[in-house]
């Protein structure tokens, strides 16, 4: 927009709109953070718990010299730990929603060849498809915070599961 150019004026409404969708989005990137979150926690938990059971058993059980219960319990628990790991990390792990482009998404501002293009983009958006792309934004970061609270639980899951095995090879010895 230019100097001479006049400010559009917002309506009442689509100003209230624009305080929904603004409030949408910072409430759902702070859901996406906490996820995240806690799966550095659950990474890290799950991870302490791999290396003790490498660093104290090395691979020697895996030779068949142990008691058979207790090496069917120690590979077992170490499989759930790495998939409660591998959950975990599949939540921190970036995400873009690929079926939308707009001029809110980071990687298709990145696309566009200037910053005078893009906010000739921004410009050239009427009240309605600004809110309308900003509402699809929303859509598109409610679908990525589903997919990582999905992927959390699961971790949370595998993790209680794989520390209930872990705390029985403790109390195993």
């Known amino acids: 927009m ?7 004026a917002m309506t009442g409404e689509t100003a209230l709109r624009a305080g929904v969708t603004d409030f949408e989005q910072v409430h759902l990137i702070s859901y996406m953070q906490l996820a995240d979150a806690k799966a550095s926690v659950f990474l890290a938990i799950a991870s302490g718990a791999i290396a003790y059971i490498a660093g ?16 069917l319990l120690l ?7 790495v998939l409660s790991a591998a ?3 599949a939540v921190i792990v970036p995400r873009k929603n690929r079926r939308h482009r707009g001029i809110f998404f980071y990687h298709d ?6 910053a005078s293009h893009y906010a000739d983009a921004l410009l050239a958006k009427s009240d309605l498809e600004f809110f309308r792309e900003q509402a699809a ?6 679908k990525i915070c589903s997919r990582k609270y999905l992927l959390l639980n699961i ?7 794989g520390y209930a095995g872990f705390l029985a090879l403790l109390l195993w010895r």
């Open 155 to 161: 971790s949370l899951f595998l993790g209680i599961a």
């Open 56 to 71: 104290h058993y090395g691979v020697g059980w895996l030779h068949g010299e142990h008691f058979f219960g207790h090496s």
């Open 87 to 89: 959950f975990a990390i």
């Open 2 to 8: 230019t100097e001479t150019e006049p400010a559009r």
């Open 109 to 114: 501002i990145a696309q566009i060849s200037s």
């Open 137 to 142: 934004y929303c859509y598109g970061l409610a």
């Open 75 to 81: 590979s077992l628990t170490t499989f759930v730990l």
